[in-house]
């Protein structure tokens, strides 16, 4: 189940596929082998779009549909997106579908479309994903009990994105002295509750995110031997033990500790009691069950 985008240019236009496939190796990291395909996946949010190029259209039926146009000339660049995802998702493609068809000047053949379906259109800035939006959450709220979907909440779900999304321009901005962590989801396994996590590996300089749990990973000297251990701890016990330490920082809700005060948190990290392991309480969620919408009844 998948929103699909057909790309044309104009009669008259001197664009060749050969330069559009170039812009698209230029301005893509693909992780595709192939030469006709641009599948997309940023490691930081684990969002993901395609692009392919397709060989022309020969039978009647496809002809007809796909290439019978008297202003336009069909490229053969399809766009893929599946439904069925957080909405973030869409937020992450169309930024660059957009930026596609205004820097190639290309119209777009939408069979998704609610007012003209058949024929090639130059879309308004947004209007595509809003356009993916709203059938994404339609076909999520339809579908939600058929494919077992978990419901997340679209400003939790966007704060989740927006920090992930930023977290390699803060790491490059602060350097080597600090670690800016990435933020999971996980599905509590005693009520099914979704919750984000970060990670702490030896009380090392670093930002936190807003979690509900933090991963501590301790490795320190008692008596002839090395201990280490690791687990998680509540946002509570978290504030209560460290917050004294923390200063704000720049982006949204999120707090630094700074080398100086990361020396003086090291007795108190690994004093820290563990409360939970995280196997036995909790379990990766997967973002192809996640969804921000409830079932229909």
Not at 65 to 89: V, W
Not at 228 to 244: P, V, Y
Request: glycine share 2%; with cysteine; charged share 30%.
């Amino acid at each position: 189940m998948s929103y699909d985008l057909y790309f044309y240019k104009r009669k008259n236009s001197n664009l060749t596929e050969s330069q559009i496939a170039e812009y698209l190796t230029n301005n893509l990291t693909s992780t595709s082998e192939s030469d006709t395909q641009w599948f997309v996946e940023n490691e930081d949010t684990e969002t993901y779009f395609s692009f392919d190029q397709n060989e022309p259209e020969t039978d009647e039926e496809s002809i007809e549909l796909f290439e019978n146009f008297t202003d336009f000339d069909n490229t053969h660049f399809t766009f893929n997106l599946n439904y069925l995802r957080p909405d973030f998702f869409g937020q992450f493609a169309f930024e660059f579908v957009d930026k596609f068809i205004k820097d190639l000047d290309l119209f777009v053949l939408n069979p998704q479309s609610t007012t003209d379906p058949d024929n090639p259109l130059k879309p308004k800035e947004n209007e595509l994903y809003e356009n993916w939006s709203e059938t994404n959450s339609r076909n999520s709220a339809n579908f939600f009990k058929e494919y077992g979907l978990e419901f997340y909440p679209l400003e939790k779900s966007n704060d989740f994105y927006n920090y992930n999304r930023n977290k390699s321009l803060l790491q490059e901005k602060l350097g080597d002295n600090y670690y800016v962590p990435k933020l999971y989801l996980f599905k509590r396994k005693s009520d099914g509750q979704i919750v984000t996590i970060c990670t702490w590996t030896e009380h090392i300089p670093k930002v936190f995110p807003p979690a509900d749990y933090y991963l501590l990973t301790k490795k320190y000297k008692k008596l002839f031997r090395t201990v280490e251990e690791a687990g998680l701890i509540s946002s509570d016990t978290f504030k209560n033990r460290f917050g004294s330490f923390l200063d704000n920082f720049e982006f949204k809700n999120c707090k630094i500790i700074h080398p100086d005060k990361a020396e003086k948190v090291k007795d108190i990290f690994n004093s820290t009691k563990i409360e939970f392991k995280l196997a036995d309480f909790f379990e990766r969620m997967q973002f192809e069950k996640l969804v921000n919408v409830k079932p229909n009844e």
